[in-house]
């Protein structure tokens, strides 16, 4: 009987997060298939807009030279995640390599200013929304602990829906990195920092809502039409928001199966 109560429990409060992440994900899908976003010419201001263009960086953020030492072009934003190692073990048939798996427990992005250039123009990217929708902080917030900073059942900046990007990621032992972090720790040595980062030249396919700040186009998001960014063509992204409906729509009524069912059979 404990056991039956412990498993529903468990499984109940799994479930949240997945069916938060099918709900977010179902969104934006939903949003780009029914063509909310169109491609326009980017003075055409207050318009929900499908931009696809190269990366400018006017300034980069903070960190992104310690974090991303062997790249020559400036980087304008990076998501990043402080990790520790799993028990578990991943296996890279790309490499042919075999790792321990990490996990995850706080994440975000670090923005510096940057744009996007296609053939009708030169817009501005604002990731406010971004970073108040996930309520994430700054790197340098960061605290080393296995305990999360929040417990939230939104989907982290890291898995977000909202932010795809494809670019290699770079790993970091936190110690070599351990300035960019406020609160350092005795266990700190078991942990890495994970970073993926938007270089400058690199080409973006942007959805978001377009106004006008001081005769300088911006993109930006708002909760009714949110802003996304991935380093993939709009039919790749839809393929990869498909394949998460696929996983979080489906794993998260099983999860409550179970729940229920457990419940019911003490």
Sequence with gaps: ?????????????????????????????????????????????????????DITVDSPPEGSTQLFPAYNPAVGAYLWRISHSDNLYVIDLKD???????????????????????????????????IR??????????TISTIPRTISVSPSMWSSPYIHLTSTETVHEIEDVIDLIESKGDRARQYYVQAKPIENGTTLTVYGNLRIEDGTPVLYGTDALPLAVTDQESTEFRRYLTRRLVKYGVLA????????????VI
């Excluded at 404990?2 to 949240?16: A, R, W, Y």
């Excluded at 929708?133 to 960061?142: R, V, Y």
């Design 253 to 264: 009524p099983l999860l409550v199966v179970v729940a229920i069912f457990n419940w019911f």
């Design 1 to 53: 009987m404990e056991l039956n109560i412990f498993i529903s429990l468990v499984s109940g409060v799994l479930s949240v997060p997945y069916f938060s992440n099918a709900i977010s994900t179902l969104k934006i899908f939903w949003l780009i298939r029914s063509g909310t976003y169109t491609e326009k010419q980017i003075t055409d201001t207050g318009d929900t807009v499908l931009l696809r263009g």
């Design 96 to 130: 042919r390599t075999i790792s321990r798996a990490k996990v995850g427990y706080e994440s975000g992005i670090e923005c510096g200013e940057f744009s996007i250039t296609t053939n009708e123009g030169t817009a501005k990217i604002d990731p406010t929304w971004l």
């Design 133 to 142: 929708t996930h309520n994430t902080i700054p790197l340098s917030e960061a």
